[in-house]
C-alpha cells in the first residue's frame, strides 16, 4: 500500500543554527518540499540582514534537496511601516512571541497591548504580511493558551484584513476560537494530535514529550484531531519540530521542545490511515497551507509506503519523538 503527497509543508519549524542545523535541516528538507522557519534563535532574528544571512546558511546545510526555507521575522515593538516595507520580499510572516513563554523568547514582547501595537499590525495587514503568534500567557501552566484567547480575539476583531496564524493550538478553546473569526488560522503539531499531558507527566516523567504549549486533555486533543482529519481549511500542519541536545532535555531544568521532523510524516500516515482519512492528509500537510500563506511550493512528490521502521534511538545529540519505537509508515522516494 502506498500513496504521494505533493509538496508537503511544514509551516512551524525550528532548524536552530551551527552543529545542529548542520545535523537536523536535512531531515524536513528531504521529506518536505517547504517550511516556515522559525526565528528564535539566540539573538532572535529582527533585522533584514541576519534574516537573508540564516538562510544562507540553512540553504547551504540542505544542498542537494528540493526544499524552500519560508522566513520568519522575529516580532519587535521597535518596527516601523518603513522597516516592514523593505522586508516584505524576504519574508513570509512575522512571529510575535509574548516575553519569556517560551525556549530564546526573552526577547519579545512584554505587554501585548493591541491599540500600542496597532501602527505595525495595521502595516503588516496592508502588506498582507501574516503575523504568526506563540498564543500563550505566563499564567498557569494549563490555562496559558486560553487566557490568550482574548488578545486572539483583540488582534482578529481590530485587523480583520491581517491573517493571524494562532501556533500550535492545544485546546478545544483555540479550535472553537479559530472558527469564529474569518481571519483566524491555526498551525497544529503532529504532538498535540498524538500526546496529552498524560504522556508528558502522567506515569514515569517523560522529557521528550515536554513543550510549549504543554499538551493538554483529552477533550482538546480530540477537538485538533476532528480539524486536522477533517482537512479543515482553516488549520495546517506545523511539526514546531524543536530540536535540544539530549543533555537539555534529560537533566534538572529539562528544555522545551519535541523533535519530530524526521518522523513527521511517516506518523501523520500512520494517524491519518487509523482514523481512515488518508484522503485529507494532502490539504493537512500542503493545500491548506498553500491557500493561507497564498504561496506556490516547489514541485516535489513524496511517496509513502506501508512498510515498518524503527525510528533511530538518536540523531546526533538530539532524540527523536518515537525513538526505539516501531512506525508503520516510510517515506520510500522523493521525486
Ligand atoms: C520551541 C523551541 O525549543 O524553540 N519549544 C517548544 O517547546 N515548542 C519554541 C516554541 O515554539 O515554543
Ligand atoms: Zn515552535
Redesign the pocket.
Known amino acids: 500500500m502506498r500513496f504521494i503527497l505533493n509538496s508537503p509543508l511544514d509551516m ?1 519549524l ?1 532548524l536552530r543554527d551551527g552543529g545542529m542545523l548542520k545535523n537536523v535541516a536535512k531531515f524536513s528538507a528531504k521529506e518536505f518540499a517547504g517550511a516556515l522557519i ?1 526565528p ?1 534563535l539566540l539573538p532572535p532574528i529582527t533585522d533584514t540582514q541576519s534574516l537573508l544571512s540564516y538562510k544562507k546558511r540553512i540553504l547551504k546545510a540542505v544542498t542537494g534537496e528540493k526544499f524552500t526555507p519560508c522566513m520568519c521575522l522575529f516580532f519587535k515593538e521597535s518596527y516601523t511601516a518603513d522597516f516592514l516595507e523593505k522586508a516584505k520580499p524576504h519574508i513570509t510572516a512575522i512571529k510575535l512571541y509574548p516575553s519569556g ?5 526573552s526577547g519579545g514582547v512584554e505587554q501585548i497591548d493591541v491599540k500600542k501595537l496597532s501602527p505595525i499590525f495595521e502595516a503588516m495587514s496592508a502588506l498582507d504580511i501574516p503575523l504568526c503568534v ?1 498564543g500563550e500567557t505566563n499564567g498557569f501552566v494549563m490555562d496559558r493558551e486560553k487566557e490568550f484567547g482574548a488578545i486572539y480575539e483583540q488582534l482578529a476583531v481590530s485587523f480583520p484584513k491581517l491573517t493571524i496564524i494562532m ?2 493550538i492545544t485546546t478545544k478553546a483555540s479550535a472553537e476560537l479559530l472558527k469564529r473569526h474569518e481571519n483566524l488560522y491555526a498551525t497544529i503539531t503532529l504532538h498535540h494530535l498524538l500526546i496529552t499531558l498524560d504522556d508528558v507527566a502522567g506515569g514515569l516523567l517523560n522529557p521528550h514529550l515536554f ?2 504549549p504543554i499538551a493538554k486533555r483529552y477533550e482538546d486533543r480530540e477537538a485538533l484531531l476532528e480539524l486536522a482529519l477533517n482537512g479543515d481549511k482553516k488549520a495546517m500542519f506545523g511539526s ?1 519540530s ?1 530540536p ?1 541536545p539530549v543533555s537539555k532535555k534529560e537533566c534538572c531544568g529539562c ?4 523533535f519530530s521532523a524526521p518522523i513527521a510524516l511517516s506518523a501523520l500516515a500512520e494517524l491519518f490511515e487509523k482514523h481512515n482519512k488518508l484522503t485529507n492528509l494532502q490539504a493537512f500537510v500542503s493545500n491548506n497551507a498553500r491557500d493561507i500563506y497564498k504561496l506556490i511550493p516547489i514541485e516535489k512528490n513524496v511517496t509513502l509506503e506501508k512498510e515498518e521502521w524503527t525510528v533511530p534511538a538518536k540523531f546526533g545529540d538530539v532524540v527523536p519523538m518515537f525513538a526505539g519505537q516501531p512506525l508503520k509508515w516510510q517515506v520510500k522516494c522523493v521525486s
Open positions: 512551524h525550528h522559525m528564535n513563554v517560551t525556549t530564546n523568547s506563540h501556533e500550535h513543550c510549549k514546531d524543536a535540544h528544555a522545551a521542545g519535541i
